[in-house]
């Protein structure tokens, strides 16, 4: 697994079927970004079958057969959409460009599986929303920085346990990796990419909402900045923001893309939740100058102090839920009304965001 740029951060986990060999097939269209990697992982682990992949880019084609070899090329989108086997298609589309695609899938009667951020405006937002309703498919968004972590899957499950009561506040610090020289040209441009809170900030919002239980929250205050890249004028390499739950738990986050070099990742992504019985620290990727491995939960309650290593231990559930959802109409993975408001929040932050330099 690539650790030195998220963009080819793939995780791979243990294979936990959910399903019988060939009952829930699935495909690949649009490479734009290395995270297609990481969702169809997950699906193939969960039990699913890659079938098809599309992109006009044929380099793009040929690195993902060599990866996943038992995948066809279509000639086109619409011949997997006309595949009537195809019951999902996983997408990493440009950013802007990912809910036209979505609209196409679900039009054709398939679940649609994006990477995040799933909208670049709050337009594109309601015009998926109004496509759900109409098809009754799914809309279902990659925010991988929960997802496909275990030390937060971990701490999920001990929130839900009781471990540290009710859960008050979340603060995340999601720090990338820029490798300038790795990155396309829609990457720098507003319009593509949506703004660092839209981008990678929407991570922070989903994780603020799901640990604390919110079902909406209101905005407090947001900002953004490109500090150090005036080469890239519609580039954003700072953001950050203050929310306040509809349950009375506030969240703040900061996301950047100055991690240095030095670092043995791409990024020291950490997450801390205090709740009214304990908190919880996460180190998702690294604990710097003491282990390069990730997944280190630190819970501290009445108990006492623990330092808790769960990779390998946790595994990926979301994977399995969402084939079984799409399998079974049901919404255990995600619901809708979740991975919509994660954008809705993110948009509007990136929207009224201040303006620091």
């Known amino acids: 697994m690539q650790k030195h740029s998220g963009m080819d951060y793939a995780p791979v986990g243990e294979n936990k079927r959910v399903c ?3 009952q829930f097939i699935f495909a690949a269209a649009a490479l734009d970004h290395g995270h297609i ?34 995948t066809r090329a279509a000639s086109s989108l619409e011949e997997i959409l006309l595949d009537q086997e195809v019951m999902l298609v996983a997408g990493a589309a440009i950013t802007s460009e990912r809910c036209a695609l979505g609209l196409r899938v679900m039009a054709s009667g398939k679940d649609y599986f994006t990477d995040k951020a799933p909208f670049t405006t709050l337009d594109q937002l309601e015009a998926a929303r ?5 098809t009754g498919r799914k809309y279902a968004v990659y925010y991988g920085e929960r997802l496909h972590n275990e030390s937060a899957i971990y701490a999920g499950q001990l929130i839900e346990q009781g471990a540290i009561g009710r859960v008050l506040q979340v603060i995340g ?54 500090y150090q890249h ?24 900061r996301v950047d893309w100055f991690t240095p070099e030095g670092l043995s990742t791409w990024g020291d992504g950490r997450t801390t939740i205090m709740g009214t019985e304990g908190y919880i620290e996460l180190r998702k990727y690294v604990d710097i100058a003491r282990d390069t491995s990730g997944d280190h939960v ?37 619901t809708q009304e979740h991975a919509f408001k994660v954008a809705e929040l993110s948009l509007i932050a990136q929207r009224d965001a201040f303006h620091i330099v």
């Not at 193939?44 to 599309?54: I, P």
């Not at 109004?130 to 109409?134: E, N």
Request: proline share 5%.
């Open 37 to 70: 990697y990481g969702m169809c992982n997950g699906l193939l682990e969960a039990g699913g079958q890659l079938k098809w992949v599309y992109d006009p880019d044929q380099e793009k084609v040929h690195k993902f057969i060599q990866n996943y070899p038992n």
């Open 298 to 334: 630190y819970l501290v309650n009445g108990d006492g102090e623990q330092h808790l290593q769960v990779a390998g231990k946790v595994g990926f559930p979301f994977f399995g839920q969402l084939i079984l959802d799409c399998l079974n109409r049901t919404e255990y993975a995600m």
């Open 130 to 134: 109004s496509m759900v309703a109409g």
């Open 230 to 253: 005036p080469q890239y004028p519609e580039f954003e390499d700072f953001g950050d923001a203050t929310f306040i739950g509809d349950n009375g738990a506030t969240g703040y986050f």
């Open 173 to 226: 610090l999601g720090p990338h990796r820029i490798s300038l020289a790795n990155r396309p040209e829609w990457f720098f441009q507003k319009e593509q990419f949506g703004g660092i809170i839209c981008d990678i900030g929407c991570h922070q919002i989903e994780q603020f909402l799901y640990f604390t239980g919110a079902k909406n929250a209101t905005l407090a205050h947001s900002k953004v900045a490109n």
């Open 20 to 22: 019988e060999p060939g």
